[in-house]
């Protein structure tokens, strides 16, 4: 319970932090001074109870003489009642309500035997919380613009609380501890309390738009009383961001030179998070924009798309720079410019040019690669309309097959009237490998051998010149070219394959077919007949010859074996062939024949662990060993590969229970199954096979 004090002098009442009740008696007592008297009672106590008696406080020379009578003057007798006779003061009509006691003033007269005494009475009312602090909204709005800076005060309704002092409101809060803001409560000069929401943090409306807080308002009461209300804050708009572009500062564009009007470059479409006339956004070229780009492009200045507004043409400028500004419309304006760079494509309308200049006339040869350069350049006989340099609508050329490779064939020349890529040739040979195109220099390139010509093989190439621009779609040229090849001995024999693979059952009988090897010569005649011989080499740990092992018939390049392999001993022989022509001096092929002799299952498994006596072995088995226990691992070799050397071991039966003892088919792990007696027993057996895993299994 809080105390308050009030005053009633003369003058007009105000509530202060002391809240106290002063009710000034004027007692007029002659040739007395003035004395004060001060009593004390509580907030709406019952009409008519009394609050103290001035005549038992009051006394003038002597303790006998007591004043006979009391006045109040200019006071509401419905706070609080006199009696004039021993000046006994009561609760009035009204009650004492200290919410209600402002502004009241009132006078005291007392007589006594013509004298009078100044009495100056304090009645001390004491205030009681029956109040709780009340907002004026259930609702309260608040609007913040983003740019506030820190510190910002929003003033807000105080919250309203019939109490005073202690028991009045005392604080104002935001249920919500990590806020942007806070509540600060403050006491003006004149007394009266205001409340402010106070800004502690930057905003960004694009982050958070809205608030919904919780005010708290709490008065100092025992126990204290509260209320709360919905604050909402809606942060208003700053224009704090520029427009956007999405391609970023510079934007390329490819536009076709054929391209109708009206056709859609590019959409800009910049964007401003910003609200309202902050984030609208309007587009113009920008002052660098050239009046013959304004001519040609179109920009649309509220969707921001850019369309072609003109024909253009390639040839007559090829690519146009465009500054377009984005801006939004709200109070200082930000803006953002893109540059906008279209580049024109040509389009293709001229197919490529070819020209075919052979290095000699059909029939001629030629004398060496220097000499063919010197016609194709035009050095020497090129003023010839029957010499070499000459082009022909239906070019020939003549090569010797003896010709070394990249000797030079002819001279190719292409061209295009277009521009750019569509005035760009590309030239492809096709026809066969023979033959390849080399590049000479812009629009040229030399057609020069690839690989050793046979005029026996292939008497002649009937080879084609393709020219094709850049442009899309592409437009081609297609040009047939002739050339005959005179022959010589050339071709060296060639084995169908670098290395033969060759496998053979160990075990075989002598004689048998191995395969049969082949080499091809591409020469007619005695240059193009094959034979073939064994190359002599020693094979195995004995050093034997090759040929004691196979044999090779010379014609037709059958293999067979000599002999019966055994893949323990020899696993691979490895053979060297050699095949000649019949060319003067003879030329030779080589090839390897790699034989693998294949494994049989002609080898049993043999066990070495444990060691075997008379094909039996022994293994400690203690009396308390536990169930698992480990008696022995079996260890078996087979001498055989892959299949016919995966060993499978298996128990056959046991002298003891059939339980007792358990082989792992894999491992050969023999373990115990079962607890063994106390009492001494029989060795305990078990009859084993390893097994192979060959067809047959051994």
């Known amino acids: 319970m809080s105390h308050w004090r009030l005053r009633f002098p003369t003058d007009t009442l105000h509530r202060a932090g002391l809240g106290s009740l002063l009710l000034l008696l004027l007692l007029l007592v002659s040739g007395s001074c003035t004395e004060t008297v001060n009593f004390l009672t509580y907030e709406e106590e019952a009409l008519g109870t009394s609050i103290g008696v001035l005549s038992d406080h009051i006394l003038f020379n002597s303790q006998r003489e007591v004043p006979g009578q009391f006045r109040l003057i200019k006071f509401n007798s419905s706070l609080i009642q006199m009696q004039e006779g021993d000046g006994q003061l009561t609760v009035g009509d009204a009650g004492l309500d200290l919410e209600r006691l402002c502004g009241q003033a009132f006078d005291v007269v007392s007589f006594w035997q013509e004298r009078f005494r100044l009495v100056h009475v304090e009645v001390e009312v004491k205030d009681i919380n029956h109040h709780a602090p009340r907002f004026p909204r259930a609702q309260i709005p608040v609007e913040v613009s983003e740019g506030a800076v820190v510190g910002t005060r929003i003033p807000l309704e105080v919250p309203v ?133 304004r001519r040609l492009f179109r920009l649309d200045p509220r969707s921001g798309r850019l369309t072609l507004a003109g ?114 040739v590309r030239c492809a040979l096709y026809g066969h490998e023979h033959f390849r195109l080399q590049p000479a220099y812009a629009g040229s390139y030399l ?82 007949q094959v034979t073939y011989r064994l190359l002599e080499a020693e094979v195995g740990r004995a050093g034997g010859a090759v040929s004691t092992y196979v044999s090779l018939d010379p014609v037709t390049g059958e293999l067979h074996a000599r002999r019966c392999f055994d893949r323990e001993e020899l696993a691979e022989l490895r053979l060297g062939l050699e095949a ?45 060993a536990p169930l698992g226990y480990l008696l022995t691992r079996l260890q078996a070799r087979d001498a055989d590969q892959d299949l016919n050397a995966e060993l499978t071991y298996i128990q056959l039966r046991s002298a003891c229970d059939p339980g007792a003892l358990a082989l792992h088919p894999a491992t050969g792990e023999l373990s115990l199954q079962c607890r063994l007696s106390p009492q001494p027993a029989d060795p305990l057996t078990a009859a084993v096979v390893v097994r192979d895993g060959g067809r047959p299994a051994r």
């Open 161 to 293: 609380d019939g109490d005073v002092g202690a028991n009045g409101l005392q604080s104002v809060r935001l249920a919500e501890p990590h806020s942007p803001f806070r509540v600060e409560l403050q006491t003006r000069a004149d007394g009266a309390q205001c409340a402010d929401l106070v800004l502690l943090q930057e905003l960004d409306r694009e982050s958070q738009a809205a608030y919904n807080l919780e005010l708290v308002a709490q008065d100092g009461g025992r126990p204290p009383r509260s209320a709360t209300a919905a604050l909402s804050v809606r942060v208003l708009d700053a224009n704090d961001h520029s427009p956007a572009f999405p391609q970023g500062a510079v934007a390329e564009v490819e536009l076709a030179e054929d391209a109708p009007v009206g056709s859609l470059l590019l959409d800009l479409d910049a964007a401003d998070p910003d609200e309202g006339p902050n984030g609208d956004v309007v587009f113009a070229f920008g002052s660098r924009t050239p009046p013959e780009a």
């Open 311 to 424: 024909p253009v043409d390639y040839e007559r400028q090829d690519t146009y720079e465009l500054d377009v500004r984005a801006q939004d419309r709200g109070p200082g304006p930000r803006a953002a410019t893109c540059k906008v760079i279209v580049r024109i494509r040509d389009v293709s309308d001229n197919a490529p040019d070819i020209a075919i200049t052979p290095l000699a006339a059909p029939g001629a040869p030629v004398a060496s690669p220097f000499a063919a350069a010197t016609a194709a350049l035009g050095v020497a006989d090129a003023t010839s309309s029957t010499g070499p340099g000459t082009p022909e609508a239906g070019a020939i050329s003549l090569v010797s097959e003896g010709t070394a490779r990249e000797s030079l064939v002819a001279l190719v020349s292409t061209s295009d009237r277009d521009s750019g890529a569509n005035g760009q």
């Open 447 to 528: 057609v020069v051998t690839a690989g050793s010509l046979d005029r026996e093989r292939i008497a002649e190439y009937n080879l084609t010149l393709v020219a094709e621009d850049r442009g899309a779609p592409p437009l081609r040229t297609v040009r047939p070219y002739l050339v005959r090849v005179s022959d010589e001995n050339d071709n060296e024999p060639l084995f169908t394959r670098p290395v033969y693979e060759v496998s053979v059952r160990e075990n075989n009988p002598p004689g048998a077919y191995l395969a049969t090897v082949a080499a091809r010569d591409p020469d007619l005649g005695r240059n193009g």
């Open 580 to 624: 000649l022509d019949g060319g003067s001096p003879p030329l030779r092929g080589r090839a390897v024949v790699r034989l693998h002799v294949e494994d049989q299952n002609d080898h049993a498994p043999r066990l070495v662990t444990p060691p075997l006596v008379s094909d039996s072995a022994q293994a400690p088995l203690p009396r308390d």
